[in-house]
Nanobody
Framework: QVQLVESGGGLVQDGDSLRLSCAAS????????MGWFRQAPGKEREFVAA????????RYADSVKGRFTISRDNAKNTVYLQMNSLKPEDTAVYYC??????????????????WGQGTQVTVSS
């Protein structure tokens, strides 16, 4: 069982930066695929970024490529999402997700076993 707690959301202006953190419980964090998803009001949850257990492979949605960076610190059981050049269309609740799969990247929400409660990111124009 893995518990995930996101933090770092907030209200920022167009072009600003934010760093989200997701702290995970459990001793097996370093073996989990980690992902970030987001859900805007009235829209489906969408993939943002993911990173393999070792951190050696990452993947991004086209909408955030070049602006967002996912990373992890296995010693701290934490995954991060650095978000730069934020746009109003990035406004959403951001969720951290985990799955005990090694060496693969999943981009569909149903492929992840564990979820955090979400953190709100609002970008004003």
């Amino acid at each position: 069982q893995v518990q995930l707690v996101e933090s770092g959301g907030g209200l920022v202006q167009d072009g600003d930066s934010l760093r989200l953190s997701c702290a995970a419980s459990g001793r097996t964090f370093s073996s989990y695929l980690m992902g970030w998803f987001r859900q805007a009001p009235g829209k489906e949850r969408e993939f943002v970024a993911a990173i393999t257990a070792s951190g050696g492979l990452t993947r991004y949605a086209d909408s955030v490529k070049g602006r967002f960076t996912i990373s992890r610190d296995n010693a701290k059981n934490t995954v991060y999402l650095q978000m730069n050049s934020l746009k109003p269309e990035d406004t959403a609740v951001y969720y951290c997700a985990a799955d005990p799969s090694a060496g693969v990247i999943y981009t569909r929400s149903y492929q992840y076993h564990y979820w955090g409660q979400g953190t709100q990111v609002t970008v004003s124009s």
